[in-house]
């Protein structure tokens, strides 16, 4: 803590695996885990610089960015880059953090780091954003590559934003070749690569169910958020037979209890993809939805909860940002008597909600394993570029579910095997640790 002061996500992100290893480090007698642990939280590098670029009224606009390249015992740095006013040196951290664990517990050789700028994309012209991602990337290509570092999409970072740096890396190093993921599909992305985190934490559900004997069908499932994480969700929810009958935005919650069928999720993702706008506008079209305005934004333990947590649901899926899921917030879900909660974001729930939800046993799965599909569909991307190749969107979405299962099986089989059986945050903490601690042990990075 001293040596991180003003850094509270990253340390809230470190305790919570620190939590997990205790008997992990206890069974191999202590000596041999202390110095990985040690390792672990310190980044093998941080990059920080200016992003000056001109917006449309000619004026300079100066934002900072970041790349946090945290651990490549396993593989290149990967993890994505974030633009949001909100984006610090802490929440980079705790996200790459998140990330380092995450990479491991895919199976794929993947090292962790995480990246962005406080730059607001809300608001900003296409050409402003262009000129941004430009002047970003100017100073970002020469600490990146396809064996080095591989960054991706955030929170404000889609499609758009990555065929800009891709096109800006290009023009900087003359050299084609596998430095994003997330890319489109005429010059190198996957197929299935925007649905796959969406897509992966609802299989990750499939499975959670599937322990207890049950299935999606007739589920009633609360989403937070409506971007990219939130609308392939409820896709696979409707393909899986559930029905959401929640979604939000920055700017409060939508409530439609006929459910958000895949003609209303079209209307979703135009309002968010291509509007740009708030879910507002989703009541226009459809008189069945109810929209409530928030009057501040939830993404504080102490805070008020956010409403949409007082839904009545079967599933609830956190997947807009961090914090946004509160004790207050988990409680009331529990009195609801909601079964399964999965994020889709990375660390939504607060230590405060995970304690509710574990004392009244709900099945908790923690972003690094339930919202892993995204990052495993971007180790699968890297496979394609280096073979010069693009698989099917069958082969990917098998490969994916692959990936997904695998993962839970895992998550289970460590928690198991440590006495913990059912705690997910524990079986993908340790799953994740054992692996990137071998590694590091075996190079001497530890
Ligand atoms: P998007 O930018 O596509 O969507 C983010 C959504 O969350 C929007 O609906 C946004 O509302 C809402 N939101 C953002 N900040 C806040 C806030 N402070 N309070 C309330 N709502 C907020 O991002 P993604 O869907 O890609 O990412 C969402 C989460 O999933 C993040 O935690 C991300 O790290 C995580 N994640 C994403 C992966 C990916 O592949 N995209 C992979 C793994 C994890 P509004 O539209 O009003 O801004």
Same mark, same amino acid.
Request: proline share 6%.
């Given at each position: 803590k001293a040596r991180n002061p003003n850094e509270p996500e990253f340390l809230q992100a470190a305790e919570e695996i620190l939590h997990s290893l205790g008997p992990v480090v206890e069974a191999e @007698?202590? $000596?041999?885990?202390i110095p990985v642990t040690k390792a672990l939280f310190e980044p093998e590098r941080v990059i920080q610089f200016r992003v000056a670029w001109y917006d449309d009224a000619g004026e300079l606009q100066v934002n900072r960015g970041f790349r946090v390249q945290m651990n490549s015992a396993i593989g290149p740095y990967k993890g994505g880059l974030r633009l949001h006013p909100t984006v610090n040196l802490s929440i980079l951290k705790f996200l790459a953090t998140e990330q380092v664990l995450k990479n491991a517990v895919t199976t794929l050789p993947l090292g962790g780091g995480k990246g962005g700028s406080?730059?607001?994309?809300?608001?900003?012209s296409e050409a402003e954003v262009r000129r941004f991602c430009q002047s970003f990337m100017g100073a970002l290509a020469r600490h990146? @590559?396809? $064996?080095?570092d591989v960054p991706a999409g955030d929170i404000g970072v889609s499609g758009r934003e990555i065929g800009y740096l891709f096109g800006a890396y290009k023009r900087v190093t003359n050299r084609f070749e596998g430095?994003?993921?997330?890319?489109?599909p005429t010059f190198g992305g996957s197929l299935i690569r925007p649905e796959s985190t969406g897509y992966g934490v609802v299989m990750f559900v499939r499975e959670m169910l599937k322990v207890k004997g049950?299935?999606?069908?007739?589920k009633v499932v609360v989403i937070s958020g409506s971007g990219n994480v939130a609308q392939y969700a409820t896709q696979k929810v409707n393909a899986l037979g559930g029905k959401v009958i929640a979604l939000s935005d920055s700017k409060g919650v939508l409530v439609d209890e006929e459910g958000i069928t895949d003609k209303k999720l079209a209307e979703v993702m135009d309002i968010k993809?291509?509007?740009?706008?708030?879910?507002?506008?989703f009541t226009e079209k459809f008189s069945t939805a109810k929209w409530t305005d928030f009057?501040?934004?939830?993404?504080?333990?102490?805070?008020?909860?956010?409403?949409?947590?007082e839904i009545k649901c079967d599933v609830a899926l956190p997947?807009?940002?961090?914090?946004?899921?509160?004790a207050d917030g988990a409680r009331a879900l529990v009195d609801n008597g909601v079964s399964i909660v999965a994020e889709g974001?990375?660390?939504?729930?607060t230590p405060g909600a995970i304690e509710v939800l574990r004392s009244a046993k709900v099945a908790f799965a923690p972003g690094k394993a339930s919202n892993a599909g995204g990052v495993a569909t971007s180790g699968l991307e890297m496979s394609q570029n280096s073979q010069r190749m693009a698989w099917s969107a069958e082969k990917v979405e098998e490969e994916l579910d692959g990936i997904m299962t695998r993962i839970h099986a895992d998550c289970v089989e460590t928690a198991k095997a440590y006495?913990?059986?059912?705690?997910y945050v524990f079986g993908a903490n340790v799953t994740g640790f054992l692996k990137v601690a071998e590694a590091m042990l075996a190079q001497g990075l530890a």
């Open positions: @007698g202590g $000596d041999k885990f406080d730059f607001n994309p809300k608001g900003r990146i @590559g396809p $064996d080095t430095i994003l993921t997330g890319k489109g049950d299935t999606l069908e007739g993809n291509v509007r740009r706008t708030s879910l507002k506008a009057s501040e934004q939830y993404t504080d333990e102490d805070e008020k909860s956010n409403p949409l947590w997947c807009a940002t961090q914090n946004e899921l509160n974001a990375n660390m939504p729930s006495d913990r059986a059912g705690d």
